[in-house]
């Protein structure tokens, strides 16, 4: 056997995966090493196995497409996740366009990450020239043989290491057998078995372990009366695949239960904001004074997170369907291949509401029209369907005062209560004042502010956010209607293209990229309402039930994976590799570690939460994937 051949590939795949863990991660797991050893010495097997197999030239040629692919793939990934934070999946490809879409922001980051790139094209440069001291002459039967008897034993050296492992929620076992998660995949098994793992569930998908495992009420002991759940009759039986699966889980789910504040603000009007990279550290008396106001006179939520996951189509997604967002059922989302029967729009129309909803950049980007008519938005308008003749859309990015200004009269003056959702742009990257026209335009008032121009600039497009809602404010108090609205904003994301550094020039304490720089504001605000301070841990998917429950309207908790954040459950924020925060702690999925907040620890705990988290994100796939919303409204 070519024993100077093997080693090559071998030194190669494991010289690649340490680059990328220690440039993505900064950090090298025990488990982790273990993992990426055992499966470099089998794919070293395959690929020695395969590129000796034909006459020299063919060999040759084997070899060289080998290394440039693999150069190509890491650096796929790697500037992939510098761009988006969040990890690649071959189920992206489906969603390609929207990834083009971003080409300015990839091409940066190639740039800016150009050394990394350069480091993944070490094994093909070296291979150039020592191009020599390889041998490419085909494989006589003997060395097959004994590569193949080589092949088997590494093969069976790896997949005992599988079994011999720990169990446990995050182990070797479970990320192979009883769940789907690719952000741990890539930092616990390496790019590789990643993504062979990736393409197989892409092609025959997976059937997620559903642990058997309740949420009990957390009770107010101050509670004096005994709410009911918020249920509707339905019929959570039968079914296969999937669909049986979803309805076993929804027969053992409590949902949540209905409180003091169910219906405080039935039959008011509802302006519903999910703003672009909308974030805490903006929000300031001096420079953001209306949004300060809404965050602070209104449910003041103390820790609340909006999970990042594949930017604004996630966020988005979290928002308005209160499903966790999975790179896989994103493409179903903005395809409108699914059906949301108890979505938003939907949902209010059913109560008489008049429905609108606007963006400010293109309508059709990441096929926005599509995915907002399956929650019932029909007369969506953003740019190019109609806004282009209410504002400026030849700015970058644009204004959303200008938006606000253009569309508020076309509810304002109703005589039947109306839901408007606005999706906003004015806080988009990048934040430089040459390339954002909205931090150009509120430059004067950050200028003099002691920080880089790339946080100055945000601050300015949060500045032009604030002003939108001052003006709306203003117009809602003019006609008479400001006392019977109620305000829900939330971001999309946090400003993930701001470094974490510049963000925690901002910050009060300082955030890391994984959890605490998703630590956001909620802001659900009714100008009437006394100031009420929620500290439990809430997040995205927990929004819109909450909102429901608050508007009095029939519905099924169960059929959503977030809660009410002002029930009785325990609140939960899950982020994109199933890490996540409760008032009781933080639990790190990669090293699986828990860090507790309390003393007061209850016996089996981190266990029963990583149930519960594995179990809503693997349901929010299934109801997507399985069109269940249509299935259990039909039946």
């Not at 500037?79 to 080409?103: C, D, H, I, N």
């Amino acid at each position: 056997m070519k024993l100077k051949k093997y080693l090559y590939v071998l030194l190669s795949l494991l010289y690649l995966d340490m680059v990328f863990n220690l440039f993505a991660y900064d950090s090298y797991l025990r488990t982790s090493i273990i993992n990426m050893v055992l499966f470099a010495l089998v794919n070293a097997c395959v690929v020695t196995l395969i590129t000796s197999l034909f006459n020299k030239k063919v060999n040759k040629i084997l070899t060289y497409i080998f290394y440039i692919v693999i150069w190509f793939w890491y650096s796929l990934y790697y500037v992939f996740y510098k761009v988006f934070v969040t990890p690649f999946s071959v189920a992206l490809f489906r969603q390609t366009g929207q990834v083009l879409e971003f080409g300015k922001s990839i091409v940066i980051s190639i740039l800016v990450n150009l050394h990394v790139i350069i480091l993944f094209f070490v094994p093909m440069l070296l291979l150039l020239i020592f191009k020599k001291k390889i041998k490419y002459d085909r494989f006589s039967l003997k060395k097959i043989i004994i590569c193949l008897v080589l092949l088997l034993i590494t093969t069976g050296i790896y997949i005992g290491n599988i079994f011999i492992q720990p169990r446990g929620t995050g182990s070797t076992y479970n990320l192979y057998f009883e769940t789907n998660n690719v952000s741990l995949n890539i930092e616990h098994l390496g790019i590789p078995a990643a993504t062979m793992l990736d393409i197989h569930r892409f092609i025959f998908g997976i059937n997620e372990k559903i642990v058997d495992v309740v949420s009990t009420p957390v009770d107010d002991e101050n509670e004096v009366f005994e709410y009911d759940y918020n249920y509707l009759d339905l019929d959570f039986s039968g079914g296969s695949g999937e669909i049986a699966t979803i309805n076993n889980y929804m027969q053992s789910d409590l949902g949540s239960k209905q409180n003091k504040y169910t219906g405080m603000f039935e039959g008011m009007n509802l302006i519903y904001v999910v703003a672009e990279s909308f974030n805490e550290i903006a929000v300031s008396e001096e420079l953001t004074p209306t949004l300060y106001k809404m965050v602070h006179d209104g449910f003041f939520f103390e820790n609340f997170y909006t999970s990042n996951n594949l930017s604004t189509i996630g966020g988005e997604f979290q928002a308005l369907t209160g499903l966790y967002a999975d790179n896989s059922i994103l493409s179903s989302w903005r395809g409108g291949w699914a059906s949301y029967p108890y979505g938003i729009a939907n949902t209010f129309k059913g109560l008489g509401y008049n429905t609108y909803a606007y963006h400010n950049n293109s309508a059709y980007f990441q096929d926005r029209n599509v995915y907002l008519a399956s929650q019932g938005f029909n007369n969506f308008q953003g740019c190019y369907n109609g806004m282009e003749k209410r504002i400026n859309c030849n700015l970058w990015p644009q204004s959303d005062v200008e938006m606000i200004d253009a569309t508020v009269s076309d509810y304002i003056n109703s005589d039947t209560p109306f839901l408007a959702y606005y999706m906003t742009v004015s806080g988009h990257f990048y934040y430089t004042y040459n390339e954002n026209n909205m931090a150009r335009k509120n430059r004067s008032l950050v200028d003099d502010l002691d920080y880089p121009e790339e946080v100055r600039g945000y601050l300015a497009t949060q500045i032009e956010l604030d002003r939108a809602m001052e003006l709306l404010l203003k117009k809602l108090e003019e006609a008479g209607k400001l006392d019977n609205t109620v305000i829900v904003l939330l971001a999309d994301h946090y400003p993930y293209n701001l470094p974490i550094n510049y963000i925690n020039m901002l910050s009060t304490y300082q955030r890391d990229t994984l959890i605490e720089a998703n630590s956001n504001n909620l802001i659900i605000y009714n100008s009437k309402m006394k100031k009420v301070n929620v500290p439990k841990v809430g997040m995205s998917i927990d929004v819109m039930p909450t909102v429901y429950n608050l508007f009095g309207v029939k519905y099924d908790s169960r059929l959503f994976m977030g809660k009410d954040i002002l029930s009785s459950n325990e609140g939960i924020a899950i982020f994109k590799d199933k890490s996540w925060v409760t008032n009781k702690g933080t639990y790190y999925a990669a090293s699986r570690k828990f860090v507790a907040k309390t003393d007061d620890i209850p016996e089996g705990y981190v266990d029963m939460i990583n149930g519960i988290v594995n179990n809503r994100v693997a349901i929010s796939r299934m109801i997507v994937n399985s069109n269940y919303y249509k299935y259990i409204s039909n039946k």
